[in-house]
C-alpha cells in the first residue's frame, strides 16, 4: 500500500474508531484498489481517497411519533448523502434496531461503487432510523413513516437523492413515505422513491430484483468455470425481500435449495416449500419456526445456518444482514467444499471470512457486484416515471438480465487488465466501480 493512502487510512481510522462497520469496509475497499493510489500517481495527485471516504453530508434528526397507547416515541433518523459525482445520490433507507450512522455510512460507502458498477448514472446514499418496525401495528408503522418523512422530504427529489428499501423497509413503507411526501410538496414526483408498490408508478420486477439478480450473477460465474449448475445443494439465509427471490429464481434454474434462515434460526428442508416460506415471512411477518409444523417435512434449529457442519451445500447465498460469516463459520464452508459465495446482502462476509474463500478456491461474489440488480431495477423504475410508462414484466426482466451481464463482463475486463487471479471477482468489482468515480470526480473538479 502506498504511503498516500496509508497516511488516509491512519486518518479515517483516527477519526471514526467506533464506527468499526464503516472502517472495515472502506479498508476492504482501499485494500484492493490500491494499486489505483500509488504516490505521485494521478488519484493521489487530486488527493481522491480523502474526498471519498467522508460523505458529502450527513442528515441527522429526531422522529418524534405516536404509538398506538397514545405514547409519543423518539427514534433517530439519517440520511447519508456520500457521493453524487456520477448521479443523483440513490441508496436504500434501513429500518433496524442496529442503524446508526457507522452503520449508514459502510452501507452508504459500498452504494457508491455498487451504483457506478450497475453501468448507471446514480450516486450513492444511503439512510434509514433505528426504528423496528417488528411488533408494530400497521397503523405504528405509517405514523412512523409520516414522521420520517416529514424530515426527510425536505434534502430529496428525483434529480436530487432517491431512497428506496432495504432491511426493514418494502413496498409498505415505501408507499406511506410516498403518499407523506406527495401530501407535503403537492408534487406527483413518483421517481422520488423507488420501490413502490405497483400502482402508483412501481415497477414490475423491482420485488424480484435484488434476488433474481444474484442468481443470474452467479449463475453466469459458474458456467463461465464450465460447472454444471444443475441440482447443486443451496443454502440462502436470511428470508427477507432479497433472500425469498434468490431461492425462487435458483429453484426456477435448478438449484437444489435446502435451507434458508431468519434472525432467529433456520430450516434444512430437501423439498423446500419457498411458497410457504413466503407466507410466513412476506404475508404473515412471522418465525421459520412454525414452517416446520406447517409444512410436514423439514427440520428446524435456532442459531447461524452457516454453523451447521451437516447441509453439504456447494452454492451459499448470504441474504441476510452484514457479517453474518465469520473466520470459523468461513472454515465451516471450506470443509463442505462449497464452490461459491454470493453475496445478497451487504457485506454478509468479514475481511477473515473473505480471505479464507480466497486461501480456498471458494469463488467469492461480493455483495457490490452480485446484489446490484435492486438498484439497477430502481433506476429502471425512475425511468419508466419519468416517461409515465410502465413496462412489462418480461421487459423489465430482461433489461436486469442484460445489467447483470455487464457487470459481469466489467469484473472479467479488470481481471484481464490487471492480470488477477481468475477469481479475484472482489478486486475485479472494486477496481471498475473505483475508476468509474473518481474519473468523474477529476473530470469535475469537484473538492
Ligand atoms: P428484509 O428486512 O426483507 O429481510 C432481512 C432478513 O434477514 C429477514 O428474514 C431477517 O429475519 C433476516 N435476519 C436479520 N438478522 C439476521 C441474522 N442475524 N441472522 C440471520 N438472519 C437474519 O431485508 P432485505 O431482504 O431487503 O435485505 C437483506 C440484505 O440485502 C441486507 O443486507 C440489505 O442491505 C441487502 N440488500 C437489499 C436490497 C433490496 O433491494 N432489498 C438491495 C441490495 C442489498 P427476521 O424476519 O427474523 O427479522
Redesign the pocket.
Known amino acids: 500500500m502506498s504511503a498516500y493512502l496509508d497516511h488516509v487510512l491512519d486518518g479515517l481510522h483516527h477519526r471514526y474508531p467506533h464506527q468499526k462497520e464503516f472502517i472495515q469496509a472502506v479498508d476492504e475497499v482501499f485494500a484492493s484498489t490500491s494499486i489505483l493510489f500509488e504516490d505521485g500517481g494521478l488519484y493521489a495527485s487530486y488527493n481522491i481517497a480523502e474526498r471519498l471516504i467522508e460523505p458529502d453530508r450527513i442528515i441527522s434528526f429526531k422522529v418524534p411519533w405516536m404509538d398506538d397507547h397514545g405514547h409519543i416515541q423518539v427514534n433517530r433518523g439519517f440520511r447519508v448523502e456520500f457521493n453524487n459525482a456520477i448521479g443523483p445520490y440513490k441508496g436504500?433507507l434501513?429500518f433496524?434496531p442496529s442503524v446508526n450512522e457507522g452503520v449508514l455510512k459502510f452501507?452508504g460507502f459500498e452504494q457508491i461503487f455498487k451504483n457506478a458498477l450497475t453501468t448507471l448514472p446514480i450516486g450513492g446514499a444511503k439512510g434509514g432510523s433505528d426504528f423496528d418496525p417488528?411488533g408494530k401495528s400497521d397503523a405504528e408503522v405509517f405514523r412512523f413513516c409520516q414522521a420520517f418523512m416529514s424530515e426527510l422530504f425536505k434534502y430529496i427529489g428525483p434529480y436530487q437523492d432517491v431512497p428506496?428499501?432495504?432491511?426493514?423497509v418494502?413496498a409498505r413503507e415505501i408507499g406511506y413515505l410516498y403518499g407523506t411526501y406527495k401530501k407535503l410538496t403537492s408534487r406527483s414526483e413518483m421517481g422520488v422513491l423507488t420501490?413502490k408498490p405497483l400502482d402508483m408508478g412501481g415497477s414490475l420486477v423491482r420485488t424480484e430484483?435484488?434476488g433474481y439478480g444474484l442468481v443470474y450473477f452467479t449463475d453466469t460465474v459458474l458456467k463461465h468455470f464450465g460447472i454444471t449448475t444443475h441440482g447443486l445443494r443451496t443454502v440462502v439465509?436470511?428470508?427477507?425481500?432479497?433472500?425469498i427471490y434468490a431461492a425462487k429464481k435458483a429453484k426456477e434454474l435448478g438449484y437444489h435449495v435446502i435451507a434458508m434462515?431468519?434472525?432467529?434460526g433456520y430450516i434444512v428442508d430437501e423439498d423446500l416449500d419457498l411458497e410457504l416460506v413466503k407466507t410466513i415471512?412476506e404475508k404473515e411477518r412471522g418465525?421459520l419456526k412454525d414452517y416446520i409444523q406447517r409444512a410436514g417435512h423439514g427440520s428446524y434449529k435456532e442459531g447461524?445456518v452457516y454453523d451447521d457442519p451437516t447441509l453439504d451445500v456447494k452454492v451459499v447465498l448470504p441474504?441476510?444482514?452484514?457479517n453474518?460469516i465469520d473466520a470459523k463459520r468461513a472454515l465451516n464452508l471450506v470443509k463442505q467444499d462449497v464452490l461459491v459465495v454470493g453475496e445478497?446482502?451487504?457485506m454478509?462476509s468479514n475481511n477473515e471470512a473473505i480471505e479464507i474463500y480466497k486461501q480456498n478456491h471458494i469463488i467469492y461474489l461480493p455483495?457490490k457486484a452480485a446484489?446490484a440488480g435492486?438498484?439497477a431495477t430502481s433506476v429502471l423504475e425512475m425511468n419508466q416515471n419519468a416517461t409515465f410508462r410502465h413496462d412489462a414484466f418480461d421487459v423489465v426482466d430482461h433489461q436486469l438480465q442484460n445489467i447483470m451481464h455487464a457487470i459481469y463482463d466489467q469484473c472479467q475486463m479488470m481481471i484481464d487488465q490487471y492480470h488477477l487471479d481468475p477469481y479475484d471477482y472482489q478486486s475485479a468489482a472494486n477496481l471498475a466501480g473505483m475508476k468509474k468515480v473518481c474519473d468523474a470526480m477529476i473530470a469535475q473538479g469537484q473538492y
Open positions: 436504500g434501513r433496524h452501507l417488528k428506496a428499501g432495504d432491511m426493514g418494502g420501490g430484483a435484488t439465509s436470511g428470508a427477507g425481500n432479497v433472500a434462515s431468519d434472525s432467529k415471512k418465525s447461524s441474504c441476510a444482514k452484514e453474518e445478497g446482502a451487504n454478509p455483495g446484489n435492486g438498484v
